[in-house]
């Protein structure tokens, strides 16, 4: 154990290990298949970085947040450790260059995203590299009972045939027992065991609960000055969770309008404007973030004081991960759910939207062939961008059930959906290379990043090249804005043509385009997905109607935790805290009056009874007839 220590100590500057992380470690290190539960923020990186760290060769990491591909491959990077990701968003030339670095050597961490693993320019090379260990993260995405089901997720155990002895790592803050049996049944090494028994994972949970954690529901049918009243109640950081980019935007000016100093966050955002209003947000420059769920992932800020749910979530599941989020240095913070009358039918309305019926799928389906003018037959790994407001302009279509239809066509394997995937910023010089270097009176920042353009990406005065202005950004020691305005004023010279980074929608047709009428939808299995996620959104709706049982335990009994104690601290138990007191104190007032008959009012103020509690405790004795209040006395009938 002294040499993972000495690990974590040296590259991220910690002593020594949380919670289950020793366990994990240990047992990675041994070779073992091993599955990982552990809640928001309790450090699932460091238990497949360290062991990595102590070991020769290569880890392949597989999730499907591009986003924190980017962020751990920058962390890793600061800390002088190699590692490089490879998504959907990259050239076939820059997969290649990346693979082959990983083949020889030079690369210790290797992210990928699911949809990458079956292609076969992939797996050729991944079975020359030396890897070590293979990390499935976000690993509740393989269960199609899941929440977040991805169907690439279930390529993952062929591509152990191609590493049939190295160990994997199944990691996820959110899973229910049901959830979690799938993960070990479906990663399982079908290459080297006879029998799942003979081939178990090793499971290591960490407690979902949060102390420091309050939850709290609220319900009001008046959400902005709700929230307006709990972030003047509450100081500190905060997240305003939304369902829709625009509610995300017309809650932060409203915000802003009413004092509170906010900022919206959206997928649909440019990532420069993605990271410079997260690093203000982080560095408290903004107090609240407004923001959809595209927001949280892999965001280090352990003093966030307070996470409202302005609209109901789909799912425990995605409600505990976002509320996790609260709180990650230990202090007392909030989780506060806004609910309403309406969220019972607006719950409905989504589950329709979501699994719209098969002839509709259908329609889209063929929709599409003729929206892409794609012929029968034609289409096989062909990507387009998608406007989906055009689209459903062209063929009246309401957006919502069309994405619920292009989300179960991407699950039935027709089609891959990537809602807002990015289009990387890409550059092409204008000028020779020749006439670039005999250029004079360029400012100094201009020089120094074409220069860092030039020494890092290849063929740039011949076809356009994908860049990131991040990394030039780090080479030139500068901030990601001044590289994008600075590359605006070369093209407004000519002397390059730049397109910044835009995220749109893609759709990649991963089967050649079928007659309609030959589509296999499964109908058994979309029926039984839409039942469980109806039971999931039931189970939400109830966490905020549930008046008897305590929030945590509510929370915890879901993910499997059922013994768990009440926290002690929601609004469920304070409330029940406070009516047990006044039930007390009704108690002692009847045994009082059944000694006395009657005691004057003014020797019941001075005996101390005159509080609100008490006021409670008459009231509820009095409303049962069990005692009665006249002008001067409190008594009982004989």
């Known amino acids: 154990m002294e040499r993972f220590l000495s690990i974590l100590h040296k590259y991220w500057g910690y002593t020594s290990f949380r919670g289950i992380q020793a366990d994990i470690i240990k047992s990675v290190a041994a070779g073992q298949d091993t599955l990982g539960l552990m809640p928001t923020g309790g450090g699932k990186s460091i238990t497949f970085q360290v062991p990595t760290m102590a070991m020769e060769g290569i880890c392949i990491v597989v999730t499907p947040l591009i986003a924190l591909m980017k962020d751990q491959v920058d962390n890793l990077k600061r800390r002088g450790i190699a590692a490089a990701a490879i998504h959907v968003g990259l050239s076939r030339g820059e997969m290649l260059r990346l693979l082959d670095n990983c083949i020889l050597g030079s690369t210790k961490f290797l992210y990928v995203s699911p949809e990458r693993l079956e292609t076969d320019l992939f797996l050729d090379k991944v079975s020359r590299m030396n890897v070590c260990l293979l990390t ?28 049939p002895h190295v160990p994997v790592l199944a990691l996820t803050a959110t899973a229910t027992p049901q959830v979690v049996s799938d993960i070990e049944r479906l990663l399982r090494n079908p290459f080297t065991a006879k029998h799942v028994s003979d081939n178990s994972f090793h499971r290591f949970v960490m407690s979902f609960a949060r102390p420091n954690l309050r939850y709290v529901v609220r319900p009001t049918e008046d959400p902005l000055g709700e929230i307006d009243h709990i972030l003047r109640s509450v100081s500190g950081s905060a997240i305003v969770y939304t369902r829709s980019r625009k509610g995300a935007q017309d809650m932060a000016s409203k915000l802003v309008q009413m004092g509170h100093s906010a900022v919206y966050y ?7 404007d993605k990271d410079t209003r997260q690093r203000m947000w982080v560095d408290d420059e903004f107090r609240v973030m407004v923001a959809t769920n595209a927001f949280g992932m892999g965001i280090d800020k352990p003093d966030v004081r307070l996470v409202i749910h302005a609209d109901l979530p789909d799912c425990i599941e995605s409600y505990f991960q976002e509320a996790g989020r609260a709180g990650r240095d230990g202090e007392t913070a909030y989780a506060v759910c806004l609910s309403s009358n ?65 989300s179960i066509l991407t699950q039935a394997g027709y089609i891959y959906y990537r809602e807002d995937d990015a289009a990387h910023s890409r550059i092409l010089f204008l000028t020779e290379r020749d006439e670039l270097y005999r250029l004079k009176h360029l400012p100094p920042l201009s020089e120094r990043i074409i220069g860092a353009i030039l020494r890092t990406t290849t063929g740039v005065f011949s076809e356009y090249a994908t860049i990131f202005e991040k990394d030039i950004a780090e080479r030139v020691q500068c901030t990601p804005e001044e590289v994008y305005e600075t590359l605006k004023a070369l093209t407004r010279q000519r002397i390059l043509h730049y397109i910044p980074t835009k995220h ?16 296999a939808l499964a109908h058994q299995i979309l029926n039984l997905r839409k039942i469980e996620a109806t039971k999931r959104a039931e189970k939400m709706l109830n966490y905020t109607l549930d008046k008897s049982q305590c929030h945590s335990q509510y929370l915890l009994s879901y993910l499997g935790e059922t013994k768990s104690p009440p926290c002690r601290h929601c609004d469920i138990c304070l409330s029940q805290k406070k009516n047990k007191r006044w039930k007390e104190l009704a108690d002692k007032l009847m045994a009082l009056l059944q000694d006395k008959g009657q005691i004057p009012l003014e020797k019941f103020r001075i005996a101390g009874y005159d509080s609100p509690t008490h006021h409670k405790a008459i009231q509820h004795l009095v409303s049962e007839e069990r005692i009665f209040l006249n002008q001067n006395s409190v008594f009982i009938k004989q």
């Open 136 to 163: 499935v993260d976000e690993a509740h995405c393989i269960s199609q009972w899941g929440y977040d089901f991805r169907p690439a997720y279930l390529r993952i155990a062929q591509l152990r045939k191609h590493l």
């Open 266 to 272: 959206h997928a649909g955002l440019t990532p420069l």
């Open 342 to 406: 309406n969220d019972g039918r607006a719950m409905k309305k989504r589950l329709a939207d979501q699994y719209p019926n098969e002839d509709y799928i259908r329609s889209v389906y063929e929709a599409l062939g003729s929206f892409f003018q794609l012929a029968v037959g034609d289409g096989l790994d062909v990507t387009y961008e998608f406007d989906i407001g055009k689209f459903c302009r062209a063929f009246r279509f309401y957006p919502s059930m069309v994405e619920g239809a292009l």
């Open 504 to 519: 749109v929608p893609f759709i990649t047709f991963t089967r050649r385009r079928e007659e309609t009428r030959h589509l």
